[in-house]
């Protein structure tokens, strides 16, 4: 029997033993609870998980970051499999907005090709703006921003020290507007900024120094505004890469004068480019009022990762995380940056962390609209009232005519529209050539090969004392003729300046004919706008939009005779907005 009891050591020894193991057993269990929404003790097939789609710009950090942070889990005994991928912001959007049957101005249709990952850092919240004003839902609130990069005004060092006395002061948005407006030599460039955020900063920015401008007077600001749209348009490109390619590539003065002035890029932007030691540096000039900067937004869209995504969240708010941005030319999301950061001249030490000031949505969806009716090529037939009611005076327009002043608001539109579009222009009254009541001064053509054509014939036209207003003929004619010659691509429109309702004593449609006809003659996938510009307080106002309404344009009016170049710049900045064909 002696052999078959334990001695009292042997039994504290196992005791012993027991507790050790339950002790591990509870720190085991502890470390897999802690990952066991997005981890597995093992790696492989089993890992948990997790897409990261980022732009460029910020992307290798967050991979370096990230692969720091999965190693560390995995000598844990915890796997997480995190990819990081690049995805234009643009790309992303389109995508999300897709999902419930939206679309962004100017970004269009999502590619079929983009995928949503379950992180997403865009490089602006304007992105995250533009998503919730066509669905709320799109992304949730809150999102975290994890790195910051002002919009700054990129410019050649030499014309910066010698035009704008860089680096010891810096130039305003209002200096830029003057330049472009005074002087031919400043050639400005802008990345689209339907599609990228930095181009769209600076063009809000602009706009708003372009509405001060003004003095209260909209017209002026109107044209200050639509000039610098054109001067913009005309050096924009589809991508950054595109556009820093056009800054000069010597400095000599030819070389200086034929490449770009100036253009809105982000700071980092700049940095990068020094860094590749260009024939000519750039400077990165601070202007005031700021653009909003980049400031990379962490956005969770798949819920069921969000325990993982607020762990590497941690991850990314780090020094050791500020340090690899700085490395690749951005700053932390407070503004403050880390180490081999390249401080470009005349820069901030330190930025504000304060959330950028964004402006409401509406007004950036309205201001992209305008670039987009502006700038997309158009083609157009301009028909102007020539009745005899046109011969009538205006007391707010020094006694000049209503035609005089119509004339001299089509003048100065035609000179806002760049070599892209083609116009051509119609006179109508009643009996102008034969039995029409309109009559083909110039047909529809480029305006690179026929602005001086079309200058002349407008210096020409003369009201017809004895004329009346053949509206509905001359409206249905122009409609067919601009349909004959549709041209896809562009922006085919019609836009019509009279300052009476239909009057044709030999007879000619009828309201309800018009509409009928224009409806019957419609194709929908050679969509055609008619605009109809009222001048005076006599117009067929209900008329007009009873047309307007029902084949697809808009309708203005200019009670005041003088204020058609007012209405006349809104109908033209506002195509492409105003109604589509029902």
Same mark, same amino acid.
């Given at each position: 029997?002696?052999? !078959?009891?334990?001695?009292?050591?042997?039994?504290?020894?196992?005791?012993?033993?027991?507790?050790?193991?339950?002790?591990?057993?509870?720190?085991?269990?502890?470390?897999?609870?802690?990952?066991?929404?997005?981890?597995?003790?093992?790696?492989?097939?089993?890992?948990?998980?997790?897409?990261?789609?980022?732009?460029?710009?910020?992307?290798?950090?967050?991979?370096?970051?990230?692969?720091?942070?999965?190693?560390?889990?995995?000598?844990?005994?915890?796997?997480?499999?995190?990819?990081?991928?690049?995805?234009?912001?643009?790309?992303?959007? =389109?995508?999300?907005?897709?999902?419930?049957?939206?679309?962004?101005?100017?970004?269009?249709?999502?590619?079929?090709?983009?995928?949503?990952?379950?992180?997403?850092?865009?490089?602006?919240?304007?992105?995250?703006?533009?998503?919730? =004003?066509?669905?709320?839902?799109?992304?949730?609130?809150?999102?975290?921003?994890?790195?910051?990069?002002?919009?700054?005004?990129?410019?050649?060092?030499?014309?910066?020290?010698?035009?704008?006395?860089?680096?010891?002061?810096?130039?305003?948005?209002?200096?830029?507007?003057?330049?472009?407006?005074?002087?031919?030599?400043?050639?400005?460039?802008?990345?689209?900024?339907?599609?990228?955020?930095?181009?769209?900063?600076?063009?809000?920015?602009? =706009?708003?120094?372009?509405?001060?401008?003004?003095?209260?007077? /909209?017209?002026?600001?109107?044209?200050?505004?639509?000039?610098?749209?054109?001067?913009? =348009?005309?050096?924009?490109?589809?991508?950054?890469?595109?556009?820093?390619?056009?800054?000069?590539?010597?400095?000599?003065?030819?070389?200086?004068?034929?490449?770009?002035?100036?253009?809105?890029?982000?700071?980092?932007?700049?940095?990068?480019?020094?860094?590749?030691?260009?024939?000519?540096?750039? #400077?990165?000039?601070?202007?005031?009022?700021?653009?909003?900067?980049?400031?990379?937004?962490?956005?969770?869209?798949?819920?069921?990762?969000?325990?993982?995504?607020?762990?590497?969240?941690?991850?990314?708010?780090?020094?050791?995380?500020?340090?690899?941005?700085?490395?690749?030319?951005?700053?932390?999301?407070?503004? #403050?940056?880390?180490?081999?950061?390249? %401080?470009?001249?005349?820069?901030?030490?330190?930025?504000?962390?304060?959330?950028?000031?964004?402006?409401?949505?509406?007004?950036?969806?309205?201001?992209?609209?305008?670039?987009?009716?502006?700038?997309?090529?158009? !083609?157009?037939?301009?028909?102007?009232?020539?009745?005899?009611?046109?011969?009538?005076?205006?007391? %707010?327009?020094?006694?000049?005519?209503?035609? /005089?002043?119509?004339?001299?608001?089509?003048?100065?539109?035609?000179?806002?529209?760049?070599?892209?579009?083609?116009?051509?222009?119609?006179?109508?009254?009643? @009996?102008?050539?034969?039995?029409?009541?309109?009559?083909?001064?110039?047909?529809?053509?480029?305006?690179?090969?026929?602005?001086?054509?079309?200058?002349?014939?407008?210096?020409?036209?003369?009201?017809?004392?004895?004329?009346?207003?053949?509206?509905?003929? %001359?409206?249905?004619?122009?409609?067919?003729?601009?349909?004959?010659?549709?041209?896809?691509?562009?922006?085919?429109?019609?836009?019509?300046?009279?300052?009476?309702?239909?009057?044709?004593?030999?007879?000619?449609?009828?309201?309800?004919? @018009?509409?009928?006809?224009?409806?019957?003659?419609?194709?929908?996938?050679?969509?055609?706008?008619?605009?109809?510009?009222?001048?005076?307080?006599?117009?067929?106002?209900? #008329?007009?939009?009873?047309?307007?309404?029902?084949?697809?344009?808009?309708?203005?009016?200019?009670?005041?005779?003088?204020?058609?170049?007012?209405?006349?710049?809104?109908?033209?900045?506002? !195509?492409?907005?105003?109604?589509?064909?029902?």
């Amino acid at each position: 029997m002696k052999g !078959r009891h334990r001695s009292a050591g042997s039994s504290g020894g196992a005791l012993k033993l027991g507790a050790a193991a339950v002790a591990v057993l509870i720190v085991l269990a502890g470390s897999w609870y802690a990952f066991n929404k997005y981890s597995k003790p093992a790696c492989g097939s089993t890992a948990a998980k997790l897409s990261i789609g980022a732009v460029a710009d910020i992307a290798p950090a967050i991979k370096e970051q990230a692969a720091a942070w999965a190693d560390q889990a995995k000598e844990n005994g915890n796997c997480v499999d995190i990819e990081v991928f690049d995805e234009d912001p643009a790309d992303v959007a =389109a995508a999300l907005a897709g999902k419930n049957d939206k679309s962004l101005t100017g970004v269009g249709q999502a590619n079929g090709k983009t995928r949503v990952p379950d992180i997403w850092v865009a490089d602006s919240s304007l992105w995250l703006q533009r998503l919730r =004003a066509v669905n709320p839902q799109s992304v949730q609130a809150g999102a975290h921003s994890i790195a910051l990069s002002p919009v700054v005004l990129a410019m050649p060092e030499p014309i910066a020290a010698s035009n704008f006395g860089w680096p010891n002061k810096n130039i305003t948005y209002a200096d830029l507007l003057t330049k472009v407006a005074t002087d031919q030599k400043v050639k400005v460039g802008i990345t689209e900024p339907s599609r990228d955020a930095t181009g769209l900063g600076s063009l809000l920015t602009l =706009a708003t120094v372009a509405q001060q401008a003004g003095g209260g007077n /909209q017209t002026q600001a109107t044209q200050i505004a639509t000039a610098a749209l054109r001067a913009l =348009a005309a050096g924009r490109s589809s991508v950054r890469s595109d556009l820093v390619q056009k800054f000069p590539r010597g400095s000599d003065p030819t070389a200086l004068s034929n490449g770009l002035t100036v253009a809105p890029l982000s700071e980092q932007a700049v940095i990068q480019y020094n860094g590749l030691q260009p024939p000519v540096r750039l #400077a990165a000039l601070y202007a005031e009022p700021s653009a909003p900067p980049l400031d990379y937004p962490y956005v969770v869209l798949s819920t069921d990762k969000a325990s993982m995504a607020d762990e590497l969240l941690k991850q990314l708010s780090t020094q050791d995380f500020r340090d690899k941005l700085g490395a690749i030319g951005l700053r932390g999301a407070d503004g #403050a940056p880390g180490k081999s950061f390249q %401080t470009p001249a005349n820069a901030p030490g330190a930025l504000a962390a304060a959330a950028p000031q964004l402006p409401d949505a509406g007004t950036v969806e309205q201001l992209l609209g305008r670039w987009q009716a502006i700038t997309l090529p158009a !083609r157009m037939l301009a028909v102007l009232d020539v009745s005899g009611s046109m011969l009538e005076p205006v007391p %707010t327009a020094g006694g000049a005519t209503r035609m /005089q002043v119509t004339l001299e608001a089509a003048r100065k539109g035609m000179s806002l529209f760049d070599d892209s579009w083609s116009l051509g222009v119609w006179i109508f009254s009643t @009996l102008m050539d034969g039995n029409k009541d309109y009559k083909q001064l110039v047909p529809i053509g480029p305006l690179v090969s026929q602005r001086a054509t079309l200058l002349q014939a407008l210096g020409t036209v003369q009201p017809k004392k004895t004329g009346d207003t053949g509206l509905y003929d %001359t409206i249905l004619a122009a409609y067919k003729t601009v349909q004959a010659g549709y041209e896809s691509g562009r922006v085919n429109s019609i836009i019509v300046m009279t300052d009476g309702e239909n009057d044709d004593p030999a007879g000619g449609l009828k309201l309800e004919e @018009l509409i009928a006809q224009l409806k019957a003659s419609a194709d929908p996938a050679k969509p055609i706008q008619i605009i109809l510009i009222g001048i005076g307080d006599k117009v067929g106002e209900a #008329a007009m939009r009873q047309i307007t309404d029902a084949v697809g344009g808009g309708t203005f009016v200019a009670p005041d005779p003088a204020k058609i170049g007012d209405i006349f710049l809104q109908a033209i900045s506002l !195509r492409g907005q105003i109604g589509q064909t029902k």
